[in-house]
């Protein structure tokens, strides 16, 4: 679409239509969920710039950065003199990249308003806990309103808390144990 653009005699309205989409409204909306926004300078899209764009254009001004979709097709051979500076971070992240990408996808899964299923291994036993009336009774509402049983409410909060605060290992362990 964005090449679409190019020709100076199309329209938003006659690119949209031409790219299957009823009306330039739906064309923008898709476009936007893509990380592109109009640009009434250049009249066509572009990439959104975010805060680590405006970051790396202010760090390195010299280095040309360019404010465009195809910014990733163009990067410059050349690193930056103080690379070593970020090696160590660099070093860490990449040791960590299957916790990181976990907690990527589950925040993703999160925002597409999907809930963790997990199947627990074991006999199951009672457990009785002490809770204010309040958070019983939005523990109540929610499970009334997303058709979910308060007992996995109760398992997916419980295997994400532990997960969170150190028994990352230990979870996994017992989630690999049903082959």
């Excluded at 899209?45 to 790396?56: I, K, L, S």
């Excluded at 809770?131 to 109540?140: A, P, V």
């Amino acid at each position: 679409m964005i090449q679409l653009f190019k020709k100076e005699e199309l329209t938003p309205k006659m690119v949209a239509h031409e790219a299957g989409f009823e009306s330039s409204k739906e064309m923008a909306t898709y476009m936007k969920s893509k990380g592109l926004i109009w640009d009434s300078n250049r009249n066509n899209y572009v990439m959104e710039q975010t805060d680590v764009d405006a970051e790396v254009i202010r760090a390195y001004p010299e280095e040309k950065v360019k404010e465009q979709p195809h910014i990733k097709e163009e990067i410059n051979d050349e690193l930056p003199a103080d690379i070593e500076k970020y090696m160590e971070l660099l070093k860490y992240l990449d040791s960590r990249k299957e916790k990181i990408t976990e907690l990527i996808e589950c925040t993703m899964a999160g925002k597409a308003g999907q809930m963790p299923r997990y199947v627990i291994p074991g006999v199951f036993i009672t457990k009785s806990v002490h809770m204010s009336n309040q958070l019983d009774q939005m523990i109540r509402d929610f499970s009334d309103e997303k058709n979910i049983s308060q007992k996995e409410i109760f398992e997916i909060a419980l295997i994400d808390f532990l997960k969170k605060y150190g028994y990352h290992k230990e979870v996994s362990v017992m989630l690999s144990q049903l082959g």
